[in-house]
Each structure stands twice: as C-alpha cells, then as structure tokens.
C-alpha cells in the first residue's frame, strides 16, 4: 500500500522560500502525476499543482509566478518551493496521487497526512 | 472563493438522509466528472466519490452522488454520527487546465 509523507520546516519568515518533499514509500514515483493541495487554517483546499515522473509540470495559475514542483526519481520523492511567501501561504500543505497513472485526469485518492507552514516574523 | 460553489453548512438529525450541493460551470462540472471528499478534524480528505457516483472501496452504499449539468450533489442516507464532517467536492477544470475544490460544507449531526 503506497504511502505518502510530507517534511518541512513548519515555520518560515515573510519572503523567503519554503521547500517541502513528499517521500513515497510502498510503491514506485513511476507512471504517476504528483499533486500539491493545500488548505489554510478553517477554509477550504486549493491545488497548487503536479508533476508528472518524467519532470512534466502544470501549476495553478494563481501561485504559477512563485512555484516550482519537482521530482527525483532516484530517491522517490518530490517536492514543492514556494517563494516570496507571505502570511496568506500559512497553510496545511497536502500531497497526493491520483487512483491510476498515466494521466493527471483521475482524481487523487492517496493523501498525505499533510506538514503545517506557518509564515511569521 | 473556490471555483465550486458549495453551502457552508448543512445539518440532520441520526438516520436522516441529507443532501449537499455543488455548483460549478461547464469548463468542470459539466464537462467532466465530480468527486467528493470527506474530511474529518485534524485528518487529510478521504476520497468519498469518483466520477460522479462510485465508492472506493470500503465506503458505506449510504454515500451517493449525482450530476447534472453544471451541478452536482452528494446524499447521505441514514445519517450517523461518525458522518460528521466536512465535505468538499472537486473537478477537473478544462480552463485552468487543473483541480478545483468546493470551499467545503460542514455536516453536523445534530
């Protein structure tokens, strides 16, 4: 049964970059498009993006000017850098994969239990 | 706002059967299958729906889904008290060329 664990630093400054990775454990990061959900504190779920194994990306259009997704095969994971943050990217940071591969189409039924950022001074 | 336009909050009481809407345009809900989350406190969303009406593996038949046109629903039939939640539903958009989410309805079992 595939897995999924984000890491991050859980607490950066206005204007800087955070980085976080989702590591896949139980299956291959092979065939699949990866996706970043996140959700600030009481709202709703925003996608931010995936990318697919071979390193194809698509973003919201929304965050695309300060995100970047990719992936490194060799140690199965991916991960996320969202840059210039300000206190509206306070928020729970999900990833996920979709219930089959080959297409960024199908719905997203393995989450994460998802990593905090929490953007203060 | 989401793209998806979700009521805030939706209420039964044990055993009722209870509805929760989801609107959207013909750039997603029209054009391509709905999916419904579940999301409980403190915990990541659990796929509830698929393509409009199929449970995963695992979901109660009391969950169902609907669409039509460029809206959609979730029902929940006999209502129990481990079914409260929040709920999101979410759809390919063929204009962003992405995922949409609802901004969620939160279900109390009164």
């Known amino acids: 049964q595939v897995q999924l664990q984000e890491s991050g630093p859980g607490l950066v400054k206005p204007s800087e970059t955070v980085s976080l990775t989702c590591t896949v454990s139980?299956?291959?990061?092979?065939?699949?498009?990866w996706s970043w959900i996140r959700q600030p504190p009481g709202k709703g779920l925003e996608w931010i993006g995936y990318?697919?194994?071979?390193?194809?990306?698509k973003y919201n259009p929304s965050l695309k000017s300060r995100v970047t997704i990719s992936v490194d095969t060799s140690k199965n994971h991916f991960s996320l850098k969202l840059s210039s943050v300000t206190a509206a990217d306070t928020a729970v940071y999900y990833c996920?994969?979709?219930?089959?591969?080959?297409?960024?189409?199908?719905?997203?039924?393995?989450w994460g239990q998802g990593t905090t950022v929490t953007v203060s001074s | 706002q989401s793209v998806l336009t979700q009521p805030p909050s939706a209420s039964g009481t044990p055993g009722q059967r209870v509805t929760i809407s989801c609107s959207g345009s013909?750039?997603?809900?029209?054009?391509?299958?709905v999916n419904w989350f579940q999301q409980l406190p403190g915990t990541a969303p659990k796929l509830l729906i698929y393509?409009?009406?199929q449970r995963p593996s695992g979901v109660p038949d009391r969950f169902s889904g609907s669409q039509s046109g460029t809206s959609a629903s979730l029902a929940i039939s006999g209502l129990q008290s481990e079914d409260e939640a929040d709920y999101y539903c979410?759809?390919?958009?063929?204009?962003?060329?992405?995922?949409?989410f609802g901004g969620g309805t939160k279900l109390t079992v009164l």
């Open positions: 996920a994969r979709p219930r089959h591969s080959g297409s960024p189409y199908y719905v997203m039924d393995v």
């Open positions: 139980g299956g291959s990061i092979g065939s699949y498009y």
């Open positions: 990318i697919h194994y071979s390193g194809s990306t």
């Open positions: 013909s750039s997603n809900i029209e054009s391509n299958t």
């Open positions: 393509n409009n009406n």
């Open positions: 979410a759809a390919w958009d063929d204009s962003l060329n992405g995922w949409v």
